[in-house]
């Protein structure tokens, strides 16, 4: 069966993907193992929140597809998805806050425990949403824009929005691809959605990981998760 395990190690959480067999136990050849450390610290960003599981199980599930596809992760924080995708074999940038440094830390302290090295085998750059400096412009082509649990707050679902709307109209071929946790039944990006340019499409979460033994209940615990893709309104 694949495995998507949790374990609290002290001040960090070890996330294992992987293929375990009775035939070959020792194979770790489908085995990818993720340490992530967390801080104690005021802020949403040293903390893996558990829509960052369901995005990263998601792209596990998909690891075939992802070598040398270019992936820009927004609001990275702990970096949990962002990092699963660059070990599977993507080319992944992640974004934080540019007014964060702490947080730029944490993402870069996050990629070399997992034998990342930023600006060799992932980058890592600020990105303010809603802003449009030159970061944004330095980016390069994209294949998909990847984000978990970002719509936490509804002032700044526009500013989501409106970036996403400027990256894909640069990259029309893109999809952004965001896990988020129902926190209120009020929240609504439909509007905004149209007001830049976009669509949605629900992703069906309810059998995710379940052909490979992974019970999808298990890995977003008591929460409601949802798995959004959103693409340029044809």
């Given at each position: 069966?694949?495995?998507?395990?949790?374990?609290?190690c002290r001040d960090k959480v070890l996330s294992i993907f992987g293929n375990k067999t009775k035939q070959n136990p020792q194979d770790g050849s489908e085995t990818?193992?993720?340490?992530?450390?967390?801080?104690?610290?005021?802020?949403?960003?040293?903390?893996?929140?558990?829509?960052?599981?369901?995005?990263?199980?998601?792209?596990?599930?998909?690891?075939?597809?992802?070598?040398?596809?270019?992936?820009?992760?927004?609001?990275?924080?702990?970096?949990?998805?962002?990092?699963?995708?660059?070990?599977?074999?993507?080319?992944?940038?992640?974004?934080?806050?540019?007014?964060?440094?702490?947080?730029?830390?944490?993402?870069?302290?996050?990629?070399?425990?997992?034998?990342?090295?930023?600006?060799?085998?992932?980058?890592?750059?600020?990105?303010?949403?809603?802003?449009?400096?030159?970061?944004?412009?330095?980016?390069?082509?994209?294949?998909?824009?990847?984000?978990?649990?970002?719509?936490?707050?509804?002032?700044?679902?526009?500013?989501?929005?409106?970036?996403?709307?400027?990256?894909?109209?640069?990259?029309?071929?893109?999809?952004?691809?965001?896990?988020?946790?129902?926190?209120?039944?009020?929240?609504?990006?439909?509007?905004?959605?149209?007001?830049?340019?976009?669509?949605?499409?629900?992703?069906?979460?309810?059998?995710?990981?379940?052909?490979?033994?992974?019970?999808?209940?298990?890995?977003?615990?008591?929460?409601?998760?949802?798995?959004?893709?959103?693409?340029?309104?044809?």
């Amino acid at each position: 069966k694949y495995v998507c395990i949790l374990k609290q190690c002290r001040d960090k959480v070890l996330s294992i993907f992987g293929n375990k067999t009775k035939q070959n136990p020792q194979d770790g050849s489908e085995t990818l193992k993720i340490l992530i450390p967390e801080l104690l610290l005021p802020g949403y960003s040293f903390y893996t929140w558990p829509s960052a599981q369901v995005l990263a199980w998601f792209l596990w599930e998909r690891r075939l597809s992802l070598p040398n596809k270019r992936v820009l992760e927004l609001g990275a924080g702990t970096s949990l998805p962002g990092i699963v995708a660059a070990k599977c074999g993507a080319h992944v940038t992640l974004s934080d806050c540019s007014t964060l440094p702490k947080t730029l830390q944490h993402i870069q302290r996050c990629c070399r425990l997992n034998s990342l090295t930023p600006g060799k085998d992932i980058e890592v750059v600020g990105l303010t949403w809603g802003l449009f400096l030159d970061q944004i412009f330095q980016l390069g082509p994209i294949d998909f824009i990847i984000g978990s649990d970002i719509f936490y707050d509804p002032s700044v679902f526009e500013d989501i929005l409106v970036t996403v709307s400027f990256l894909l109209e640069a990259n029309p071929q893109a999809r952004f691809l965001v896990a988020y946790q129902e926190r209120s039944s009020d929240w609504c990006i439909e509007t905004l959605l149209k007001k830049w340019g976009l669509q949605c499409n629900i992703v069906d979460t309810e059998h995710l990981g379940s052909e490979l033994g992974i019970d999808s209940q298990e890995l977003m615990g008591n929460h409601t998760i949802h798995l959004l893709e959103v693409t340029r309104r044809s």
